[in-house]
């Protein structure tokens, strides 16, 4: 199976991505989803996806 990739998609240069750092980011397409319970803070509960900056999806849309 081939990449069926556009070229030069990326979530680094999508609108929606946030990085964390130099080769990591938030994706902010959506709001937070429910991560677990584990911590005792409720805020901690709700996370936005953690992404590759090579990483791509469906929603990508262009930074300007
Ligand atoms: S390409 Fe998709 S997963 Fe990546 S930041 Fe954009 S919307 Fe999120």
Redesign the pocket.
Do not use: T
């Given at each position: 199976m081939t990449d069926q990739r556009p070229e030069n998609?990326?979530?680094r240069q999508?609108?929606?991505?946030m990085a964390t750092d130099h080769s990591l980011?938030t994706?902010?397409?959506y709001p937070p989803a429910f991560a677990g319970e584990q911590s005792p803070r409720e805020e901690h509960r709700w996370r936005f996806?953690l992404?590759s900056g090579l990483?791509?999806?469906?929603?990508?849309?262009l930074r300007e």
């Open positions: 998609i990326a979530c999508c609108h929606y991505f980011g994706c902010h397409r996806p992404v990483s791509w999806c469906g929603e990508f849309a």
